[in-house]
């Protein structure tokens, strides 16, 4: 037992059965309904009294993984803005996960909070999905390492992180009452290894569990789930917190559940006066509600939110504005560069920049990551009304132009824009100049999926009219994930930018001009049309009304069978099916030359790969090398289970050795994880679909599972 396990036990031990229900349940620290926030707690997602006697704070919670968020400016205070999850997922760099995490922990805190709703890394099981922008990926060991990363990060800075949604929350319509199907075996291999990888990694002081159903059983209320698996299995010492609004009975609290969140949102207080008495009458409920507030003070103690309370003080605008470019400019990803017409010429004498509210700043998502910086979003357009979620939905642009940054780049050049509403006339534009630069962009939102891949508003037939005018056209693609491009071959360069934060259009020029060279790398496949998807048609479309709540009708409900890939989620159900993406997972390009060789790999109990990377261009650069299990006994398969993002001058050769989970080598089956006998044959790769070197080693069969 750790001190924090004996601190917590000793508190909880003197406590009386009320003041353990206390930590047991808190409000939505925002005017909604007739619940009174106390004087002094910031407005914020979330606030749990604390126990003065016994010297236990308050918890004053705050979204999210982004960045502390906007609130619709309620606060009246900004904060730095990070780039979205997929553009973090991008960089392939556990360092600077922990970098960010740390600076949102670091803002969090100054604003008056020690609780970040943050750790978003669902496996992106569906492009259209309208919270992939603040996932990190679809592949469970890139998900788990890069969100472990940040969520140690926050709690370097005294700030307890979640880690969410637990479990099984790729999609957005009818969120609260969606099923995700799937047997354990294919959920022990994807999303569940994920949250396992990051929760080893960066030691969560709360999981924030689903609004949607698992194989029938609300996420919330998941027995199997949350005590089977997350409590029994893996030996979780924090708390199980509700998402806002998800939780239906008292009886959660037998199920795992172990705080209810925000209330106002619930039919009732079910883990107050009701939660009180049934522990006042039954041993079982006396024994959780002991176990639920020993989790809750264990956390507290763990990362030291008694010893380190947040004080209000002002940011440093700078600093987490640095951090913020860094992390959009090694995660932007050069997808194509045709006859290297990047990076841009400085010769330029005259650059027509269209479309995307270049000219004001860049696209962020929406809903409660949403964060903004001081004085607001540069555009805020209106979407859809929904109650007291209205203000959580418009679609808002940071402050930071690239067309100022471009201009700025290139002073000697005419540079001129075009909002991009008529193709004929951006065309006509297009025409007169030396080159084009395009922005395209596509809206998320938690609470909305997108309906297909394409770029809204006729965008995708403006690119292509601009392309046909003048092929030096380069498209500068601010999304929330993948999109199709009908327009592909007719463009000389695509930069995928995604959501680039609050200093996105700087970031955007730098790499444009090549004072960055990109380094980002996919963390999800892009398809080349939603035919190659697992479910081509969007569960729920036609049958779901859009809310941002998705409660949707009483009794309603929406199964979706994740049976179809099982574990094979993104690039490995395009192995699977033997189906060729428009660009592959791990896949991106960069302004210099790489070679990758020697690979080796070695068993045991402690398996590794080692390869060597070479930087063979002029110019610094940085590489994701990328090992794949491409074969076991068992057949052909496609699995990440290494990888490594180096920087390397000119000429500048590298060894590298990075361990290999024996988690990725295995099958999940009725006895645990097993590893079959025989020969495992590995590939080292620029991407999932490009790779160039494979050798082979022999493994002993083994069996393990989580039973000492």
Known sequence: MDDADRRAAAAEAVMTNAERVTLLNGILAMPLGDVKIPKGVPF???????????????????????????????????????????????????????????LIGGEAHAKGFNVLLAGGINLVRDPRGGRAFEYLGEDPLHSGLLGGAAV?????????????HFLLNPTEIGRQFHNGIIDEGALRMSDLLAFEIAIETGQPGSVMCAYNKVNGVQA???????????????????????????????????????????????????????????ANRDKRYQRRIADMSRRVLRSIYAVGVDRNPPR?????????????????????????????????AASAKR????????????????????????????????????????????????????????????????????????????AIAAKNADLVIVFGTQWMTEGLDVPDLSLPQGQDAMIAAVAKANPKTVVVLETGGPVAMPWQDDVGAILAAWYPGARGGEAIA?????????????????????????????????TVEPSFAGHGKPGQTLDIDYNVEGADVGYRWFARQQAKPLYPFGFGLSYTRFERSGLAVTGGASPAAAFTLR???????????????????????????????????????????????????????????????GTYRF???ASAEDLIEETGVTLAGRTWNYRK
């Open 683 to 685: 590939a080292l790769g």
């Open 312 to 344: 209000k003080a002002p940011i440093d605008v700078a600093a987490g504005a640095a951090v913020a470019q860094e992390i959009a400019e090694k995660g932007m990803v050069l997808l194509q560069n045709r006859d290297n017409i990047l990076p841009l």
């Open 615 to 677: 930087n063979s261009g002029a110019r610094d650069g940085a590489d994701v090398g990328q090992v794949y299990l491409v074969e076991t006994p068992r057949g052909k398969t496609r699995r990440l289970v290494a990888f490594a993002r180096v920087d390397l001058k000119p000429g500048e050769t590298r060894r590298i050795d990075v361990p290999i989970d024996p988690r990725l080598l295995a099958d999940w089956g009725r006895k645990g994880w097993t590893i079959a006998p």
């Open 152 to 164: 140690a990060g926050i709690q370097s800075q005294g700030v307890i992180s979640t880690i969410k």
């Open 220 to 278: 919330c209320g998941n027995d199997r789930m949350l005590n089977g698996i997350l409590k029994g299995d893996w030996r979780y010492k924090g708390w199980v917190m509700s998402d806002w609004g998800s939780v239906r009975a008292t009886d959660f609290a037998l199920e795992g559940l172990d705080q209810q969140s925000g209330s106002q949102l619930d039919a009732a207080v079910f883990f107050g006066q009701p939660l009180l008495d049934a």
């Open 44 to 102: 914020g997602a979330g606030y749990i009294p604390g126990i003065p006697r016994l010297d236990v704070p308050a918890l004053t919670e705050t979204d999210a993984s982004l960045g502390v968020s906007y609130l619709g400016g309620l606060r009246g205070d900004g904060a730095t803005a990070l780039p979205s999850g997929m553009a973090m997922g991008s960089t392939w760099s556990p360092d600077l996960m922990r970098k960010g995490g740390a």
């Open 351 to 426: 650059i027509l920049v269209v479309g995307g509210y270049a000219d004001a700043g860049v696209l962020s998502g929406a809903g409660s990551s949403q964060v903004q910086g001081q004085g607001g979003p540069a555009v805020s357009l209106p979407t859809m009304k929904d109650g007291p979620f209205t203000a959580l939905m418009a679609q808002n642009y940071h402050r930071s132009s690239p067309l100022d940054a471009i201009r700025a780049r290139a002073p000697q050049a005419d540079v001129v824009f075009r909002d991009g509403r008529y193709p004929t006339e951006a």
């Open 510 to 542: 730098g790499v444009l001009f090549g004072d960055v060279n990109p380094s980002g790398r996919l963390p999800v496949t892009f398809p080349a049309s939603i035919a190659q998807l697992a479910r081509p048609a969007l569960p729920g479309a036609e």
